[in-house]
């Protein structure tokens, strides 16, 4: 039985599923692809696979704070420092969790895939979709350059040359 199964099998047990739904895209289909595989990473975690699974989520969420804090910086959201300091927050919380020395239980690889599926609806849907609309917004405002069309020759001219 791999991680997956096991990960269905406790949610069973417990009643609780950790699922990506499209309410939660933010309209940024990298950033949308990256959430959707975090709500993967999550619902993987088992007690049989937290080691390797930590690990993997541990790596996915650097690579994509980093990504989306990119995207910010350079797009010059508005509220690219509070964004950062939710994700060093967020980041200071998941340290409390690693670093506490407590053994991994059943119950507490439950307590800790609810944490990890809270914050991630929560942000996903307060603070990363804001940035999805001010991006959208902001190309509404952009004035669309215009394409210098190349001139078609008229139909007598494509006649002659024909």
């Given at each position: 039985m791999g991680p997956m199964q096991e990960s269905r099998d406790d949610a069973r047990q417990t009643g609780f599923a950790i699922e990506w739904r499209d309410a939660y895209r933010i309209?940024?289909?990298?950033?949308?692809?990256?959430?959707?595989?975090?709500?993967?990473?999550?619902?993987?975690?088992s007690l049989q696979s937290i080691d390797d699974a930590l690990e993997q989520?541990?790596?996915?969420?650097?690579?994509?704070?980093?990504h989306e804090e990119q995207m910010m910086e350079r797009s010059a959201f508005p509220?690219?420092?509070?964004?950062?300091?939710?994700?060093?927050?967020?980041?200071?919380?998941l340290a409390e969790w690693l670093s506490?020395?407590?053994?991994w239980s059943p119950?507490?690889?439950?307590?800790?895939?609810?944490?990890?599926?809270?914050?991630?609806i929560t942000h996903i849907l307060g603070d990363d979709l804001r940035f999805g609309r001010w991006l959208w917004m902001?190309?509404?405002?952009r004035p669309r350059a215009r394409q210098k069309s190349a001139k078609r020759p008229g139909w007598f001219h494509r006649l002659l040359d024909g």
């Open positions: 309209g940024l289909e990298e950033i949308d692809e990256e959430h959707r595989n975090l709500f993967l990473l999550v619902k993987s975690l989520l541990l790596h996915h969420v650097g690579t994509h704070f980093s509220e690219y420092r509070m964004h950062l300091d939710l994700h060093e927050s967020f980041n200071a919380q506490s020395g407590l053994d119950e507490r690889v439950e307590e800790f895939r609810q944490f990890l599926n809270n914050w991630l902001r190309s509404l405002r």
